[in-house]
């Protein structure tokens, strides 16, 4: 009985690096093998891996499994699956983790299907529960909270929703590497390989942002934003919004942030004019710290903010601004 997590791999300037999910994957495998007292290792797959796989190596899992062939230089969820499962059959894990990619969405349910079992698909927590596994996903844009009871033998796969845990939560150690060399044949893999696989560029990633400036309806008119964008130029943070002000036009969508935007995980999250909708909520749960700007006392977001103002934002804003630069000597 084991914890097997998939590693992804992206193709950034024509090396191999880490897609930033799969160390929140990792976090959550390494909680889950506390709570249930399970040993915890990972999988990397590719071709001229060997740098990376030393990399997980340094991580605290019992063991990282290398898969290496040429049928996986690139991206097919043919190779993926008949890989996985192969390691699968070998490792018989209880439980199977992924990052909630699009990659990830393309083969995992393939593979599970190939096993006879189901890919719980974004997930925003496990736990064990009267010694099962309990997995929770949100529906209605995050109004609910669902339950799935893993029943049955194992492996249970689930893919981990971005932000639901944190990369910065992985623990070092140190873990032996195994090369494992699946048995494939190109007569199997249906897909012709084309450019590396990425997700749609953004002229901003906000999920990369430590520090996060965001803005709701409370700001009134698009030509009062530029106050807000001031803020996040002194604070050196990127700028974001609620729904509304996208759906206006007043910001570029790639700046929203929520069910229907990005998801987020920053140090700090400055709601400056947001009411906290769930649908927002959702999209910047997995902030560190919510410092929120708002009218109303009993806005929603008030509940979730671990600092709060209640005040008129367009007095707030501007005296934090001189206290911002007072603090940088600008």
């Known amino acids: 009985m084991s914890i097997l997590v998939v590693m992804e791999v992206v193709m950034e300037q024509s090396r191999l690096t880490w897609h930033r999910m799969s160390w929140e994957a990792l976090a959550a ?18 071709q001229g891996i060997a740098a990376l796989a030393a ?28 890989a996985l499962a192969g390691l699968a059959a070998q490792v018989n894990p209880t439980l199977v983790l992924f990052p909630h990619t699009y990659q990830v969405r393309d083969f995992a349910p393939k593979l599970a299907t190939r096993l006879g079992k189901v890919l719980i698909s974004d997930v925003v927590r496990v736990r064990l529960e009267e010694g099962g596994l309990v997995m929770v996903r949100q529906l209605f844009q ?41 048995v494939l044949e190109a007569a199997a893999i249906r897909v012709k390989v084309g450019a590396p696989f990425r997700e749609s560029q953004r002229a901003v990633d906000l999920t990369a942002a430590e520090l996060i400036v965001s803005v709701g309806r409370g700001i009134k008119e698009k030509d009062n934003i530029a106050l807000v964008e001031e803020l996040a130029r002194v604070m050196g943070a990127e700028l974001a919004a609620s729904r509304p002000i996208c759906d206006n036009g007043w910001l570029p969508m790639e700046r929203q942030v929520g069910s229907s935007g990005q998801t987020v995980s920053p140090k700090v999250y400055l709601a400056i004019g947001i009411s906290g909708a769930i649908q927002h909520l959702v999209g910047m749960k997995g902030s560190k710290a919510v410092v929120a700007i708002n009218k109303d006392a009993n806005a929603p977001i008030f509940e979730v903010a671990d600092y709060g103002i209640v005040g008129d934002l367009f007095e707030v804003v501007p005296a934090l601004i001189e206290e911002v630069k007072k603090a940088k000597g600008l």
């Not at 495998?29 to 590719?46: C, I, K, N, S, Y």
């Not at 981990?160 to 910065?168: K, L, N, S, T, V």
């Open 29 to 46: 495998g390494q909680e889950l093998g506390r709570q249930m007292d399970l040993p915890v290792a990972a999988v990397v797959l590719g």
């Open 55 to 82: 990399e997980l190596s340094a991580k605290k899992l019992d063991k990282v499994y290398a898969i290496e062939h040429d049928l996986l230089a690139g991206y097919t969820a043919d190779g993926y699956t008949a």
């Open 142 to 182: 995050g109004k609910l909270n669902a339950d799935y009871r893993a029943s049955g033998a194992g492996p249970h796969f689930a893919s981990i929703q971005a932000g639901a845990y944190r990369a910065e939560m992985v623990e070092a150690g140190s873990a032996q590497v195994e090369t494992v060399t699946p």
